[in-house]
């Protein structure tokens, strides 16, 4: 088992910058690929970012050039900087981890954590 704790989500302005975290317990922590997904109201969730055991990085189409994730396997923490933010952004920011980075990249992760606001007004 692996549990998820995002924290750093809040409201921000269009164009502002945030950062989130998301601290894992429970497992070995490089062991396991991480993302981020995130789902709007009335929307299905969708995949933004993915990271690797080996620290290979793929973001989604819209937020390639804007969006980061890194992590730091001796915090056992993941990280999104999210940069030049829009209003049509705002969601519910989830963390997940897999095993596998394609599972995670799928948005099909095996864990997941509890969510985490972020709303950009105009």
């Known amino acids: 088992q692996v549990q998820l704790v995002e924290s750093g989500g809040g409201l921000v302005q269009a164009g502002d910058s945030l950062r989130l975290s998301c601290a894992a317990s429970?497992?070995?922590?490089?062991?396991?690929?991480m993302g981020w997904s995130r789902q709007a109201p009335g929307k299905e969730r969708e995949f933004v970012a993915g990271?690797?055991?080996?620290?290979?990085?793929y973001l989604a189409g819209p937020v390639k050039g804007r969006f980061t994730i890194s992590r730091d396997n001796a915090k056992d923490t993941v990280y999104l900087q999210m940069n030049s933010l829009k209003p049509e952004e705002s969601a519910v920011y989830y963390c997940a981890a897999d095993p596998y980075f394609g599972t995670v990249m799928y948005g099909r992760s095996n864990y997941w954590g509890q969510g985490n606001q972020v709303t950009v007004s105009s």
């Open positions: 429970g497992q070995t922590f490089s062991s396991y690929a």
């Open positions: 990271i690797s055991i080996h620290n290979t990085t």
